[in-house]
């Protein structure tokens, strides 16, 4: 039969009721679809406080005396050292900590009109702007010489350290990093720091004060109970120890497990090794301060140096680096996420290794945001080890594993830190 064959059969009656059905069905369509939407905005979900340019970016320090050294090379030198600078920003490092720029040897103490001319003084000035071109931030350590905690017989800021701080500002200085024993860390200095920088400073190119904890616990100001947030913005905390020999597994274990542990101030952190530690175990606290919460601040490293020709062991050690430095940069759980330190027991073939007191733990911890966690396990041991996975009751149910692998089969060599990255399974698609 044709169309208008069957049209008529049916009748007018059955034309009523095809219109009927084609509404009905496109109402139903838009229902589900706004139901759904609401749902997905109505759902409960992590809000994200805007990060500042410091939350944000690792921070690789470096003596001065490493790359004024170039200058005595002529041009060519010069021109090496400056295109480390764009290199070093696409490994994912956002601000430099330069030490020892206010050493005898390096800069005058006095910045006088006299002093422009003065060799390494133009150096810094040029770093500045080409560092500024490579989109990298520059700080100034000035632990060692506190150079700007003199103050007049008022205890004001003197004026010789007032235009020191309005001559870096200018040129672009982002910010100093001064120790907790100095004189400049006490409430009225840093109060006056703010009003100086409150003249250079905006929403997007914000100075900052970077505060070297050298004691366990940092010194408050002024005897209150916590340190004031708005005249500090970073403390750098070092995870080992100060030690003259290289620590022993065992020690790094118990360092690190005593900072996991014992975190948790008002004051953003930033994560830097401070004392010795083998090769192996240095590769360990490099996965270590790329996921914990805070800044990491690497210290120079011969091997992350921009060269024609790389090793093996460079290339390696570069994309770990880079591995994890992108990481940080685009993974809301490694940015913001909550911390849980997971303190949990080896499966029952590995437990004899760990009964030993010589045998160090492993350590681990979870950064969770939303339905995303990380799952971070480092091995300081000897021996390898595998896990049981009803150690961790903090880890989802179930979850599509990023790696290849479960927590049934998983199993850590010496030295080996492992970084995975999980969701629940009910809230991904």
Excluded at 33 to 44: C, D, E, F, V, Y
Excluded at 112 to 134: G, I, R, V, Y
């Amino acid at each position: 039969m044709t169309r208008e064959e069957l049209e008529a059969a049916a009748g007018p009656a059955w034309r009523k009721v095809r219109c009927y059905l084609v509404l009905l069905f496109w109402l139903a369509w838009v229902t589900i679809l706004a139901t759904s939407i609401a749902i997905i905005i109505k759902s409960p979900r992590p809000v994200a406080t805007p990060l500042k340019w410091w939350q944000e970016s690792v921070f690789y320090q470096l003596q001065a005396d490493q790359w004024t050294e170039a200058q005595t090379e002529g041009s060519e030198g010069m021109c090496a050292m400056h295109e480390q600078l764009p290199y070093l920003r696409s490994l994912g490092i956002g601000a430099l900590i330069l030490k020892g720029v206010f050493d005898v040897e390096v800069f005058p103490l006095n910045l006088t009109a006299a002093d422009k001319n003065f060799a390494p003084l133009a150096w810094m000035q040029h770093l500045l702007s080409e560092s500024c071109k490579a989109g990298l931030k520059i700080v100034l350590d000035l632990c060692k010489r506190d150079l700007l905690a003199l103050q007049d017989v008022t205890g004001n800021l003197s004026a010789t350290t007032q235009r020191a701080l309005h001559f870096w500002l200018e040129k672009g200085v982002a910010g100093f990093v001064i120790c907790d024993t100095h004189a400049a860390y006490s409430e009225k200095t840093l109060l006056e720091w703010r009003r100086v920088f409150g003249e250079f400073s905006s929403p997007e190119e914000e100075r900052i004060v970077v505060v070297k904890q050298t004691a366990d616990v940092l010194r408050p100001l002024n005897g209150s109970s916590q340190v004031n947030v708005t005249l500090v913005d970073v403390v750098m905390r070092s995870i080992l120890p100060r030690s003259h020999h290289p620590l022993f597994a065992q020690e790094v274990a118990d360092a690190v497990e005593r900072h996991l542990q014992t975190r948790g101030d008002n004051i953003w952190p930033s994560w830097t090794v401070g004392g010795n530690a083998s090769q192996e175990l240095k590769k360990l606290l490099l996965v270590l301060m790329m996921t914990l919460p805070g800044s990491p601040a690497i210290q120079y490293d011969k091997d992350m140096e921009k060269t024609k020709e790389k090793g093996k062991m460079n290339r390696a050690a570069l994309q770990l680096f880079s591995s994890l430095s992108f990481s940080k940069a685009r993974e809301e759980a490694l940015q913001y996420g909550s911390f849980t330190f997971l303190p949990f027991n080896t499966s029952s073939s590995s437990n004899s290794s760990l009964s030993s007191p010589l045998s160090p733990p492993i350590l681990a911890f979870l950064r969770s945001w939303g339905c995303v966690h990380f799952l971070v396990l480092l091995n300081f041991g000897f021996q390898p080890q595998s896990l049981d996975p009803a150690w961790a009751s903090s880890l989802p149910d179930a979850g599509l594993f990023v790696a290849s692998t479960s927590l049934y089969s998983l199993r850590l060599q010496p030295h080996e830190a492992i970084v995975i990255k999980l969701f629940e399974a009910q809230n991904y698609s």
